[in-house]
Nanobody, 115 residues
Framework: QVQLVESGGGLVQAGGSLRLSCAAS????????MGWYRQAPGKQRELVAQ???????NYADSVKGRFTISRANAKNTVSLQMNSLKPEETAVYYC?????????WGQGTQVTVSS
């Protein structure tokens, strides 16, 4: 059983930056995929960025060039550096892990971007 704990959300003005972090526990193995999703009010949860154990990355088109995902495999932690944030990116951001055929979610952290 993998547990995910997020940190780093908050309130920022448009054009500002935030860094989200997620720490996984419950396994001694490198987690296959770790990533971030977000869900705005009234909208479906969507992928923001994902990174494999081999550091291959995948980004939503809307965040390419502004967001950077990284991970420390030895600690099964993943971070998301978000720059040039936009008000429409206000959402709850969820850490996600896919490991040995199971999908895990963090509790979510609120990111609010004011205009």
């Amino acid at each position: 059983q993998v547990q995910l704990v997020e940190s780093g959300g908050g309130l920022v003005q448009a054009g500002g930056s935030l860094r989200l972090s997620c720490a996984a526990s419950g396994t001694i193995f490198t987690i296959n995929f770790m990533g971030w999703y977000r869900q705005a009010p009234g909208k479906q949860r969507e992928l923001v960025a994902q990174i494999t154990g081999g550091a291959r990355t995948n980004y939503a088109d809307s965040v390419k060039g502004r967001f950077t995902i990284s991970r420390a495999n030895a600690k099964n932690t993943v971070s998301l550096q978000m720059n040039s944030l936009k008000p429409e990116e206000t959402a709850v951001y969820y850490c996600n892990a896919v490991h040995q055929g199971y999908t895990y979610w963090g509790q979510g952290t609120q990111v609010t971007v004011s205009s």
